[in-house]
């Protein structure tokens, strides 16, 4: 499939076919994500597949949103703060895969790169969560556009209680759930939603 025609046909769906999808799909989804881009390329999203009957029905008591639990599967998608502690190795690695080639940052002691990298390490909670989840997001739009590659439906959903979704995962401290996405065969085709104009969208041109 196209990429333009992944992006205009994607939906959030919340109604589910009951058969289950195949398990490479699932697979693919979480590559697709594994992929993302991510700040630094410290890749700090993480993921858990809620399949099982028992799974899902605890995850029925954390949201109020029945379809999410009546999707065949759900990705919890995560993000683990405790990457920022890898900065030095991911740097060093992009720097080996010369991917600052002809740019001020293929070197080791760039000064500008070393205040970033400090400044991120000394971020208050509210901004690093909100640097996580940033990164969390590109990962999920990789997801969601690819499941509409395979014929899937899926929804991000943030409509959940945390704390209940954190200890039915049974995740160390360090690791956030950002999202919930149910993902299965769509049991609906919504027209497309409705969106602002683009005059409404972009403020200028300079
Ligand atoms: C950050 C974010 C949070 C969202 N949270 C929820 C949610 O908790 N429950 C839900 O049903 N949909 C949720 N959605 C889906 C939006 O409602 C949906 O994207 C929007 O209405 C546009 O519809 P469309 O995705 O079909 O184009 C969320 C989407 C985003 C990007």
Same mark, same amino acid.
Not at 62 to 72: D, G, I, K
Not at 87 to 93: D, F, K, L, V
Not at 145 to 168: I, P
Not at 176 to 205: C, F, H, N, T, W
């Given at each position: ?88 190795? %991911?740097?060093?690695?992009?720097? $080996? !895969?010369?991917?600052? #080639?002809?740019?001020? +940052? =293929?070197?080791?002691?760039?000064? &500008? ?5 400090? %400044?991120?390490?000394?971020?208050? $909670? !509210?901004?690093?969560? #909100?640097?996580?989840? +940033? =990164?969390?997001?590109?990962?999920? &739009? ?65």
């Amino acid at each position: 499939m196209e990429l333009l025609q992944a992006i205009e046909s994607r939906r959030s769906i919340r109604k589910f076919k009951s058969e289950p999808i195949p398990e490479n799909y699932i697979n693919e989804l979480l590559e697709a994500g594994r992929i993302a881009p991510s700040g630094s390329n410290l890749q700090p999203t993480r993921y858990v597949v809620i399949k099982s009957e028992e799974a899902r029905a605890k995850l029925k008591e954390c949201t109020p949103l029945p379809f999410v639990s009546q999707a065949p599967a759900v990705i919890a998608v995560c993000t683990d703060a405790g990457v920022v502690a890898t900065t030095e190795i %991911r740097s060093r690695e992009l720097m $080996e !895969a010369n991917a600052f #080639a002809d740019t001020p +940052l =293929n070197n080791t002691k760039n000064e &500008d790169a070393d205040a970033y990298n400090k %400044r991120r390490k000394s971020m208050d $909670e !509210a901004t690093l969560r #909100a640097y996580l989840n +940033l =990164n969390a997001a590109i990962a999920i &739009d990789h997801i969601t556009l690819r499941a509409v590659d395979l014929g899937l439906g899926s929804c991000w959903v943030m409509m959940f209680d945390k704390e209940k979704v954190k200890s039915l995962l049974n995740l160390d401290e360090r690791y956030d759930v950002v999202a919930l996405i149910p993902v299965g065969y769509p049991d609906q085709a919504p027209k497309q939603r409705p969106r602002l104009s683009m005059e409404d969208v972009l403020l200028k041109e300079i």
